[in-house]
């Protein structure tokens, strides 16, 4: 089995694409058996087999569990073993049920670059998609009343640049340059009311800098910090 850090749609279609593969072959062994078994029971064989003892590999922010040992597959023995045939009789199904995992494994492989291909995250347009309910909150008090201009964020997020994030520089420069009663917050407000792109199963959080030119993105993944080239704020009038 395979698990990422994000659910969407592309990993949900490639899910659905594993299991219906994996029916299809459990499908065309059981019509080429001469002697017919009950269907619930393959199925039941099959989802017992998947069970396996697993090390995780991590590959582009997302854990692969590599099956190591066929625990589903030693049950199945052990509980058929008791009757003579039985176990000559599931065994195929329960190595499938096993070998499943790797057909698990494939579809989490092809979900990394199709989900770089399809929502990019280098590109602000993929966590901040919907922008008709936008609205800001300040989060500190050196925050000044702005709001947002929904139309100037629209027109930059696609082209909006990656910057790097100096974690440590922002924090002596907030915390360590200043006088307790001076201190300014770089990113003061946040942005709520928003959406990601559809299918991305991202559920960003979003900051905003003082000079209305900065958004800082956190995901479950990574942090992102975007510039545009002009303010998205406005004073409040």
Avoid: C
Wanted: aromatic share 16%; no cysteine; hydrophobic share 45%.
């Amino acid at each position: 089995m395979t698990v990422g850090y994000t659910l969407n749609i592309i990993a949900f279609i490639l899910n659905v694409i594993a299991w219906v593969s994996i029916g299809l072959i459990s499908f065309h062994i059981y019509k080429k058996k001469a002697s017919k078994l009950k269907i619930w029971k393959v199925i039941v064989v099959l989802f017992i087999g998947i069970f396996s003892f697993n090390i995780n590999w991590s590959m582009f922010d997302t854990v692969v569990m590599l099956p190591i040992l066929p625990l589903g597959v030693w049950i199945l023995y052990f509980v058929f073993k008791q009757k003579e045939g039985r176990w000559e009789r599931y065994r195929l199904y329960a190595w499938l049920g096993f070998g499943a995992n790797v057909v698990f494994i494939a579809t989490t492989l092809l979900a990394v670059p199709l989900q770089s291909a399809f929502y990019p995250e280098r590109e602000a347009t993929t966590y901040l998609s919907n922008l008709e309910y936008a609205s800001l909150i300040p989060i500190h008090p050196s925050a000044t009343e702005q709001k947002i201009n929904k139309v100037a964020l629209e027109n930059q997020l696609p082209n909006m640049t990656v910057e790097m994030i100096y974690i440590q520089d922002w924090y002596e420069e907030t915390y360590m340059e200043m006088e307790s009663n001076e201190r300014n917050e770089r990113f003061p407000y946040q942005l709520t009311g928003v959406t990601s792109k559809w299918g991305s199963g991202k559920k960003p959080v979003t900051y905003i800098e003082s000079d209305g030119k900065g958004l800082l993105i956190k995901t479950v993944e990574k942090d992102v910090y975007f510039r545009a080239a002009k303010s998205f704020l406005e004073e409040v009038k």
